[in-house]
């Protein structure tokens, strides 16, 4: 069965400085990986996609995440944290085999302060 | 309009009413989804549709009854809710799945439902 685990609930960062959101997955089958982002009262963006192609995926707005299977993660990154990136991400796994499944984390609330 | 459209963005409305909510995307897609999304809990599939048939139907109870007559409109009928029904409910849409590959979603902005 797949699973996914979002590490933190609550991130601070200051403007200026990376962000790392840490997410953790579990997957019988070779996994699709995603990771959104919601903004206060809008719907779910894709951010970027891992689909067993290259490990490291490059995103919208300057987000990249590393796929590592040995550690089975898959975490964001940003290299310099603006304050437009103030909101809710979420990692999502889905079973790569044509499933309409997918399994979503509880979310990371980014803060970034001025 | 482009990308995945809700109506209405807000709903209140009684335990002993019934409603609607309507989803349309224009990308193209030929599945769809009901998500509903709560305080404090993961995002929970409620439904999905490709190609007009319900592929998936999570236990949802019989009050939430949704309608795909294309594959661009869905619609969640709802009747007799609880208190405990009120969140937000998202709709989605993706590239119909085939075997090895798996497609992003695509979602709308949510109508937040609150049942009083």
């Known amino acids: 069965a797949q699973s996914v685990t979002q590490l933190d609930s609550h991130v601070s960062v200051s403007e200026g400085t990376p962000v790392l959101l840490r997410c953790n997955y579990s997957?019988?089958?070779?996994?699709?990986l995603f990771w959104y982002v919601q903004h206060p009262n809008k719907g779910l963006q894709l951010l970027l996609k891992?689909?067993?192609?290259?490990?490291l995926v490059k995103g919208i707005n300057g987000f990249e995440a590393e796929f590592k299977k040995s550690e089975t993660s898959f975490h964001l990154t940003k290299p310099s944290a603006h304050m437009s990136d103030a909101a809710e991400y979420f990692c999502?796994?889905?079973?790569?085999?044509?499933?309409?499944?997918?399994?979503f984390g509880t979310g990371t609330r980014l803060k970034v302060l001025a | 309009e482009t990308g995945v459209t809700q109506t209405p963005r807000h709903l209140v409305m009684g335990m002993t009413n019934k409603k609607s909510l309507k989803c349309e995307q224009h990308?193209?897609?030929?599945?769809m989804y009901w998500y509903k999304q709560s305080a404090k809990k993961p995002l929970e599939l409620m439904f999905v549709?490709?190609?007009?048939?319900?592929?998936e139907n999570n236990s949802v109870p019989s009050r939430f009854s949704p309608e795909c007559p294309n594959s661009s409109h869905l619609f969640l009928h709802l009747h007799t809710l609880q208190p405990e029904d009120s969140a937000l409910y998202l709709c989605?849409?993706?590239?119909?799945?085939?075997?090895?590959?798996?497609?992003?979603?695509?979602f709308g902005p949510g109508t937040r439902l609150t049942v009083t």
């Open positions: 999502v796994v889905s079973r790569d085999s044509g499933t309409y499944k997918y399994i």
């Open positions: 990308l193209g897609h030929n599945a």
């Open positions: 997957s019988s089958y070779s996994p699709s």
């Open positions: 891992y689909t067993s192609a290259a490990t």
């Open positions: 989605a849409s993706s590239q119909k799945h085939s075997r090895g590959e798996t497609y992003e979603q695509y």
């Open positions: 549709y490709s190609l007009e048939e319900r592929v």
